[in-house]
């Protein structure tokens, strides 16, 4: 029998629904925000912004900024090759340079940046500097760049930081950051006996991730290190990554956040660091680097994807081949777009058994703002265009849309078309979950000839991003107390009170006596990053192995003082050195075993850890007359395996299914031809409010269990995203009998649809 075995039920603490830990400091506002943060000295940094989307920089007049009153410094690039020889970072390839060297790629990319004491000069003084722009062709759109007249990138220079991406080469003459493929079985094969064949294109746009703490660094120089205070998800590679960018050891590096006002990916790998950093060890004062929500929007997003799909079927309904081609518009910065086109790629043809697949995935460059991680890791745009076609052929061989998932979902035991091995995936059991939840089999009220009512569901999964690494350490004092060093990055996802009940857990302790230190490179060990769901699976196993190592090292401390292997630290300690003294010290790392994928045929019996799962169940009303619409109910069942807090993992559910609504909707970021973006504010780009969201918003966890999961968990905070938009979709042709092909799905576009069908199309100009 283990520990936890013979813990007794009133100490457990993982299935507990607890309140978030520091849920308190934030009500009261004493949260620590790097925001807030104000250093002796401080100078303000502005940014002055392409206005042009592709362009030669002829020059930079800074003559008339540097004279104005109360200006510090103007700084361009010209300055960081000062210090920085190779000012060019990012985590796939280093493609982003701290400021624009020689070209400019994209609308807002940096240019110049004005320090000064107050904020409101600095900003004044970036319209007294001159740049001379000789303007080259721009492409933005990503199927063009697939094939380019334009090449948005002269030379390319991998990264090579993490292993899933060591295979990255640099390449001239091509927008094609990455081009991932899969293939099993013969697809031409297939299509040619096929009952059946459907193709279909859909289209994703760009978003913005929208934290409503905007990002923000503050960099401190000191004699041969330097600080960086920052709103980060992933400390450990800023502090990679800026002591490689200056030479230094890491031990010169400290990189430490607070908790963070939201993150959703825009926060991760590097942002504004290597900036704020340069900038400080240029003037030698601490420099906060701070955005505007506008400023946002030219900094970091969402990926616009074109997905063509192509489908054999049976008449019976079953699927026998499927062929996709993805296109992910990347913007004019890598970031970790390579990532994305081949974590997400792989899972194109969906959550079915499919025995003949072709999926081709491309990260591709265009002049347009960046685009990286975004809450789901690029699933959500999966699972629009697989869940959407899937109701299409339903509705094509008049099959329930439910029946013909049950009919060809992967079922536990069976290889995904990478030829990794399903397991612990719960998704007949989530399907059939949110058909009853949904009552799919009772009679539906379609509403009047002026308010129609439709209703769809959607499935999705993803795969955990592997392999990455985390460690912890746990320590226990001579008083009995506990602290957990952790770098995984609270952001209002509740993981310092999750790693305070894992721990708990183990050592037998209420998890509210635990404290949780936030991350600080001097102080906390390595985490990858927090970001793709991964956090309680890896974060989870080291945070359970830290423990189990303190709690082992403390009972052979206890036996070696003479007392029982059951004695507590507070008797044990004060037992071996005679007074209230020492520390029991547990250290824990983990790393998942993964089998990278062939490059030929993206085969790998070990491709991912765990699957995370959700489904979605939506009603809505569509008024006939104006295409507007309103969801009514919306369903949600996701698989976490084990929920470690009940409490959090229910608004996790509620929070990812809003933030997914929005995207499916409203969120649309508009470019003109020449790439200007028309909506960069809270004025013009509608992110959801309490009238666009549901009242009722159902939730359910899953009755399963991850074999391999720390405690049996996996992560959650993202599986709510999956099945919304193609759902809505679903429940539109449902209602009025038009299918939608791109997002969002605006009134607009619903009237539009409308009245094609009726022979009577708008023109543009109506």
Known sequence: MNANDAMTRETRQVGRSLGRLEARSKVTGRAEYIHNLVLPRMLHAKILRSPVAHAHLRGIDTSAARAMPGVHAVITSEDVLRIIPEPYFGPAFHDQPILAIGKVHYVGEPVAVVLADDPHVAEAALHLIVVDYDELPAVFDEVEAWSPDVVVHDRLKPAGTFPDLKHLKGRTQTNVALDFRVRKGDVAKAFAEADHVFEHTFRTQQVMHTPLEPMISVAEPFDDAITLHTASQSPSFVRIEIARLLGWPENRVRVRTGILGGGFGAKLYIKLEALAAALALLVRRPVRVALTMEEQFFTITKHATTFRMKTAVTNEGQITGRECEVWWNGGAVADIGPRVTQKSGFTATGPYEIDNVSIDS????????????????????????????????????????????????????????????????????????????????????????????????????????????????????????????????????????????????????????????????????????????????????????????????????????????????????????????????????????YKSPDHDTGQSENITPNWMVGACGVEIEVDTETGQLKVIRFENVVDCGTAINPLVVDTQISGAAIMQLGSALLEDMEFDEQGQLRNASFSEYKIPGIHDIPHVIGREIADAYQTNGPFGAKGVGESATFGVASAIAEAIEDAVGVRLTSLPLRPEAVYRAMAAARNEPLSDEE
């Open 362 to 593: 491309y990260a591709v460059y265009t002049n347009l703002p960046p685009a990286g991680a975004f809450r789901g890791f690029g699933i959500p745009q999966m699972v629009w265009a697989y869940e959407s076609q899937a109701d299409m052929i339903a509705r094509a061989l008049k099959m329930d849309p439910v029946a013909f998932r049950r009919k060809n979902l992967l079922r536990e035991g069976r290889a995904h078309p990478t030829g990794t091995i399903m397991h612990d995936a719960a998704l007949t059991l989530c399907l059939d979950r949110i058909a009853d939840r949904m009552k799919w089999d009772a009679p539906f009220d379609r509403g009047t000839p002026k308010l129609r009512r439709g209703r769809g569901i959607g499935i999705g999964f993803k795969a955990c991003v592997a392999p990455t690494t985390s460690v912890a350490i746990v320590n226990l004092s001579a008083d009995g107390s506990c602290i957990v060093y952790s770098s995984t990055v609270d952001m209002g996802q509740g993981s310092d009170t999750a790693i305070a009940m894992m721990a708990g857990d183990v050592l037998g302790i209420p998890a509210e006596t635990i404290k949780v230190i936030h991350p600080d490179t001097d102080v906390t060990p390595y985490d990858m990053a927090t970001l793709g769901s991964r956090s309680t699976f890896h974060m989870g196993h080291a945070v359970r192995l830290a423990a189990e190592d303190a709690k082992a090292n403390l009972e052979a401390l206890a036996l070696q003082v003479g007392l029982p292997a059951t004695a507590t630290a507070a008797q044990v300690l004060p037992k071996k050195y005679g007074m209230q003294a020492g520390n029991i010290v547990g250290v824990g790392s983990y790393i998942p075993t």
